[in-house]
């Protein structure tokens, strides 16, 4: 969570570090701040609660300008939303901090500074962290060395971003758990905790690794590791453009993104797949040897990554005749699993930072599987560089904290394995010439089913005043009404659950009445005379039923019955990527009515970098 710009150069950085900021914001919007070396290589720092506008206001009423300076936008982890709280902390002789993570043992160091007569002004962990530097710096007498110091005591996760007073010409980075990235100019340089914040001003880009600490100098870099070595690490240059994370026409990012997923899932699709074959190369050059030997999938994902983990596990089983485990990271972590011979390891994350997808990786590296692939939208991230197997969605920036292009390009990767796992256990070419097939015809299908929107709108009315909401599927589509519940519950603060349908009679329908709407999922698969059934239980009940359902599927609306109908000839391994956009629309459009913050809900942030 939480979002890091800094930079060094002969100009006025302030702009550079608002602008960064703004492009942040998705990370973290409780509280935002600025710390900047002037000319007088003086500190001059200004924070303020809320939105990174609230920041702006604040330096047009006391303008700075300088050289030098790094700023932060924060989601609380300690402390609440408050100016004291918010970022940079400073400690004495103008040393400032910014910091991504959680410092667990940070009570402890408190203590102990606590005893040596250092005052703390917030309660965060990241005030401990700056008084550490300068503790240290009574010895070292150099900051780089007095940051190694103490990064060395830290447990837990950070990036940071250091300026001081004493020593103006350069920004000391250090990361562990937490990404952080050097964005490389003309006798200036920046840092950010995402590539997307600092491309106005640069495409060149190096990516520190576990335990580096960086010194950051107009015209040089260097890096030691965890070792103490000076290490080089590579320089690439990024192939997002700088307006990639523009809103452009739309009112919010997030129907700016519903809008962008045929696009998505096109470019998800080329160059992976070519005269109805699966090009499995695209995993990685030994790809074909692991997928042959894979006699068991264990997936591991959180919140939206895990419902994409859930769908592809009824594949994977159905045409793969492969088992398949599906996890929550967060609980992976926590036990200790049995590995079946030959297991490959699949994790799931937009980010490619998400914290317990990191740590259930790195913990599964120990672990005795054949191997370990990641579906990440970031190809610079973490995930993607620990992991053996790649498979890259090309979603493009994902602005907007719920997430939607990004999960359903995670469902076309996850396809996409699927027909590879597939090639070598169950199906001929035969086979595979059809699946591959099914995927080139989603982005059309998507683009048929965005013509619904102003059918959606209008039953979206029904939805502001309503507290409860119940999402319906069965197979395959019981996890895509998890993640209608969830879009709903994320930016509406509707309350939504979602059930198998067929679980409804065994408690949940015991909620069901006149003002809870009960949304179902319903193309014309193997299942859907049971889910007919499931819904006249509703419907005997009093509740009112919303269905999107295939026009040849025999659900026609009566009353207290509404039929929203899809596209035809929608396939079982379509189905579940293109019921996913009508509720994506039905979640926006209530939001909207209900006038909550659409692409920053409350509470929540896009990239979950802590625990």
Same mark, same amino acid.
């Given at each position: 969570?939480?979002?890091?710009?800094?930079?060094?150069?002969?100009?006025?950085?302030?702009?550079?570090?608002?602008?960064?900021?703004?492009?942040?914001?998705?990370?973290?919007?409780?509280?935002?701040?600025?710390?900047?070396?002037?000319?007088?290589?003086?500190?001059?720092?200004?924070?303020?609660?809320?939105?990174?506008?609230?920041?702006?206001?604040?330096?047009?009423?006391?303008?700075?300008?300088?050289?030098?300076?790094?700023?932060?936008?924060?989601?609380?982890?300690?402390?609440?939303?408050?100016?004291?709280?918010?970022?940079?902390?400073?400690?004495?002789?103008?040393?400032?901090?910014?910091?991504?993570?959680?410092?667990?043992?940070?009570?402890?160091?408190?203590?102990?500074?606590?005893?040596?007569?250092?005052?703390?002004?917030?309660?965060?962990?990241?005030?401990?962290?700056?008084?550490?530097?300068?503790?240290?710096?009574?010895?070292?007498?150099?900051?780089?060395?007095?940051?190694?110091?103490?990064?060395?005591?830290?447990?837990?996760?950070?990036?940071?971003?250091?300026?001081?007073?004493?020593? $103006?010409?350069?920004?000391?980075?250090?990361?562990?758990?937490?990404?952080?990235?050097?964005?490389?100019?003309?006798?200036?340089?920046?840092?950010?905790?995402?590539?997307?914040?600092?491309?106005?001003?640069?495409?060149?880009?190096?990516?520190?690794?576990?335990?580096?600490?960086?010194?950051?100098?107009?015209?040089?870099? !260097?890096?030691?590791?965890?070792?103490?070595?000076?290490?080089?690490?590579?320089?690439?240059?990024?192939?997002?453009?700088?307006?990639?994370?523009?809103?452009?026409?739309?009112?919010?990012?997030?129907?700016?993104?519903?809008?962008?997923?045929?696009?998505?899932?096109?470019?998800?699709?080329?160059?992976?797949?070519?005269?109805?074959?699966?090009?499995?190369?695209?995993?990685?050059?030994?790809?074909?040897?692991?997928?042959?030997?894979?006699?068991?999938?264990?997936?591991?994902?959180?919140?939206?990554?895990?419902?994409?983990?859930?769908?592809?596990?009824?594949?994977?089983?159905?045409?793969?005749?492969?088992?398949?485990?599906?996890?929550?990271?967060?609980?992976?972590?926590?036990?200790?699993?049995?590995?079946?011979?030959?297991?490959?390891?699949?994790?799931?994350?937009?980010?490619?930072?998400?914290?317990?997808?990191?740590?259930?990786?790195?913990?599964?590296?120990?672990?005795?599987?054949?191997?370990?692939?990641?579906?990440?939208?970031?190809?610079?991230?973490?995930?993607?560089?620990?992991?053996?197997?790649?498979?890259?969605?090309?979603?493009?920036?994902?602005?907007?904290?719920?997430?939607?292009?990004?999960?359903?390009?995670?469902?076309?990767?996850?396809?996409?394995?699927?027909?590879?796992?597939?090639?070598?256990?169950?199906?001929?070419?035969?086979?595979?010439?059809?699946?591959?097939?099914?995927?080139?015809?989603?982005?059309?299908?998507?683009?048929?089913?965005?013509?619904?929107?102003?059918?959606?709108?209008?039953?979206?009315?029904?939805?502001?005043?309503?507290?409860?909401?119940?999402?319906?599927?069965?197979?395959?589509?019981?996890?895509?009404?998890?993640?209608?519940?969830?879009?709903?519950?994320?930016?509406?603060?509707?309350?939504?659950?979602?059930?198998?349908?067929?679980?409804?009679?065994?408690?949940?329908?015991?909620?069901?009445?006149?003002?809870?709407?009960?949304?179902?999922?319903?193309?014309?698969?193997?299942?859907?005379?049971?889910?007919?059934?499931?819904?006249?239980?509703?419907?005997?009940?009093?509740?009112?039923?919303?269905?999107?359902?295939?026009?040849?599927?025999?659900?026609?609306?009566?009353?207290?019955?509404?039929?929203?109908?899809?596209? !035809?000839?929608?396939?079982?391994?379509?189905?579940?990527?293109?019921?996913?956009?009508?509720?994506?629309?039905?979640?926006?459009?209530?939001?909207?009515? !209900?006038?909550?913050?659409?692409?920053? $809900?409350?509470?929540?942030?896009?990239?979950?970098?802590?625990?």
């Amino acid at each position: 969570m939480c979002g890091i710009v800094g930079a060094i150069a002969e100009r006025n950085v302030v702009p550079i570090l608002i602008e960064g900021l703004r492009r942040l914001e998705y990370r973290g919007y409780d509280s935002a701040g600025i710390a900047v070396l002037n000319g007088r290589e003086q500190l001059k720092r200004l924070r303020a609660v809320g939105k990174v506008k609230m920041l702006e206001e604040a330096l047009e009423a006391s303008p700075t300008h300088g050289g030098v300076g790094i700023a932060h936008t924060r989601w609380a982890t300690h402390g609440v939303p408050s100016e004291r709280n918010a970022h940079p902390h400073i400690s004495h002789d103008g040393l400032a901090i910014v910091h991504n993570g959680i410092i667990e043992n940070h009570d402890e160091l408190r203590d102990d500074l606590k005893r040596s007569g250092y005052d703390f002004t917030s309660e965060t962990d990241t005030e401990v962290i700056a008084h550490r530097v300068h503790r240290h710096l009574a010895t070292q007498k150099d900051l780089f060395k007095a940051v190694r110091a103490t990064v060395a005591e830290l447990e837990g996760a950070y990036a940071l971003a250091v300026i001081s007073e004493n020593d $103006p010409e350069r920004i000391i980075l250090a990361r562990e758990g937490c990404p952080v990235v050097i964005g490389l100019g003309v006798e200036e340089n920046f840092v950010a905790s995402d590539v997307a914040a600092l491309l106005p001003v640069t495409r060149r880009f190096m990516f520190l690794e576990e335990g580096d600490v960086a010194e950051i100098r107009r015209t040089s870099i !260097k890096v030691i590791d965890r070792n103490g070595d000076t290490v080089e690490r590579e320089v690439r240059e990024s192939e997002l453009s700088a307006d990639a994370a523009e809103k452009g026409q739309y009112r919010h990012f997030m129907l700016k993104e519903i809008h962008e997923q045929p696009r998505a899932v096109a470019n998800t699709l080329q160059e992976r797949v070519a005269n109805g074959r699966l090009l499995e190369a695209a995993f990685g050059p030994a790809a074909t040897a692991i997928f042959k030997r894979t006699e068991h999938v264990h997936i591991v994902a959180c919140g939206t990554s895990y419902h994409s983990g859930m769908v592809a596990r009824y594949f994977i089983e159905q045409i793969c005749k492969l088992p398949c485990t599906v996890e929550i990271a967060s609980e992976y972590r926590y036990r200790n699993p049995v590995v079946p011979k030959n297991s490959l390891f699949v994790t799931i994350s937009q980010s490619g930072e998400t914290a317990d997808t990191l740590a259930a990786l790195r913990l599964a590296k120990q672990g005795g599987y054949l191997s370990s692939l990641a579906i990440c939208n970031v190809p610079e991230s973490s995930l993607v560089r620990e992991s053996e197997l790649v498979m890259l969605t090309r979603a493009g920036p994902e602005i907007g904290v719920a997430s939607t292009k990004a999960f359903t390009t995670q469902l076309i990767a996850l396809s996409m394995l699927v027909i590879a796992l597939a090639k070598h256990h169950t199906a001929d070419a035969e086979r595979e010439r059809g699946l591959v097939q099914r995927l080139i015809e989603i982005p059309a299908l998507i683009e048929k089913t965005l013509t619904l929107d102003p059918v959606i709108y209008d039953l979206a009315t029904r939805f502001a005043d309503k507290h409860h909401t119940l999402f319906l599927g069965r197979g395959a589509m019981h996890p895509i009404a998890m993640e209608g519940a969830l879009k709903l519950k994320e930016i509406s603060y509707i309350h939504a659950e979602a059930y198998p349908a067929g679980e409804l009679k065994h408690g949940p329908l015991a909620l069901v009445d006149a003002d809870m709407p009960v949304i179902a999922v319903a193309p014309n698969n193997d299942l859907v005379e049971k889910l007919k059934s499931n819904l006249m239980e509703v419907r005997a009940r009093g509740g009112e039923l919303i269905v999107f359902a295939d026009p040849e599927s025999g659900i026609e609306p009566s009353e207290g019955v509404t039929v929203i109908h899809m596209p !035809k000839h929608v396939s079982y391994f379509q189905a579940p990527i293109v019921y996913t956009v009508p509720l994506q629309l039905l979640s926006y459009h209530v939001a909207i009515l !209900k006038g909550t913050d659409v692409d920053q $809900p409350r509470n929540l942030a896009k990239s979950v970098t802590v625990e």
